[in-house]
């Protein structure tokens, strides 16, 4: 009955948070840069796990984003895995409603152990599900075209993942990078296209993403963990830079341009609590709040506030 209590709880404030996930593309948990990793002196990656993750958010306009995740871990050998994260997305706005499987990631991390710790290397890629370019019918707020990027559930590129870091009983450090190499994004959301929607500075207030092409980031995260029998909890910092500017399609000049805004720092300061059950099944909670974003977000993913719950299974 306690374990029962426990898990209903975190559904229930995952349910009622305006939150969703990471800010970024996805690469801040992928591999050896995934936040509240188990360390244990005798490393064992043979043992594989199913994660379902769960969050519902608000976007920083009216869109609500609810996604749930399935995270699978294989082990190759006591030192090396192989992560497979397939997201299901559904988005629910003042604009309308759409919905479908996200973009997939996959990566590899092998383990190094080192004296008091282990140090972890992860090299991945985000794998696009779409072309950003899902469209609303025809109604009386307008003709026909693409939602703006915060209800697409695809970014449009392939993304290549290099990420390491260095974990033991109480701390985790990670870094890593995203890097976009092939752009398939066709989004072509533009303001006219609503001319029949009541506000139009709430339309002119999505930033437009005609044939995105998205900057690259890096990622520093560190950690700190208090870990018990039966639960662990911690608190920790995530910076994502982009180095570069996004780049988009101008239809009013038929060129294009990189837009200003769009580098900088994106920082984040986050807190997670953990729950074994037994052996085999834990729960997670992590929450995290964004203290600076970049001025212009294009690609829709800026997020105030994030609140997800997971169950695990060990297998």
Known sequence: MRNLIIASCLVFFTY????????????????????????????????RTLELNYYR???????????????????INDLTAIQLKVPYQMVSGNLGETSGIADLSISATR?????RGAVGVTLGGKLPTGKANIEKEPSEL???????MYYQTSLGTYDIVLGTSYINENWLF?????LPIVHQNENDFRWGHWPGYPSPDYINSHDLANNLRRGTDIMLRAERNFRYVNYNFGIGALGIYRISKDEVYNFRTDTREKLDGTTGLAFTMLAN??????????????YAHKVTDREVNPDGLTRHDVLSTSYIYRF
């Open 174 to 178: 990670a870094t890593g990078i995203q």
């Open 273 to 286: 609590f953990g729950y074994h059950i037994n052996v085999n099944h834990s729960l997670k909670l992590i």
């Open 57 to 75: 958010g608000r976007s920083l306009l009216s869109p609500v984003i609810t996604a749930i995740t399935a995270d699978m871990t294989f082990g």
């Open 16 to 47: 009622h948070a305006s939150a969703q996930g990471c800010s970024d593309a996805g690469f801040c948990t992928m591999g050896a840069m995934k936040p509240d990793q188990s360390y244990s002196k005798q490393i064992d990656f043979k043992l």
């Open 111 to 115: 383990s190094f152990p080192i004296e």
């Open 142 to 148: 307008g003709p026909g075209g693409d939602y703006p």
